[in-house]
């Protein structure tokens, strides 16, 4: 039996989409990847962080203060390493 989205793909011919709604087509695409890798960034980062930084149990659904304190700092190391890395290509790609 055909998967559902083998069915869609074989109804769907691209060659009939205007100039128009294949530039839509491909910004919704790129928007979607861009949003997946976002959510696959705050994924690796929750898991770093929780593993890194929570080491106890969790009483009255908080963390204790150094658990707390681990975890902002490792969100914020996380948030500066994210930027220096854009900043880098960003100066890579303005130089070609």
Do not use: Y
């Amino acid at each position: 039996m055909d998967s559902p989205s083998s069915a869609l793909e074989q109804n769907i011919d691209l060659s009939k989409l205007s100039e128009k709604d294949k530039q839509e087509l491909q910004q919704f695409i790129v928007n979607e990847s861009q949003k997946a890798r976002i959510q696959q960034s705050v994924h690796s980062l929750t898991d770093i962080c929780w593993k890194k930084c929570v080491t106890g149990t969790i009483r009255g659904g908080k963390l204790d203060k150094n658990e707390e304190t681990c975890a902002q700092n490792c969100v914020d190391r996380f948030l500066d390493a994210n930027m220096t890395v854009i900043k880098h290509l960003d100066n890579m790609r303005n130089q070609s």
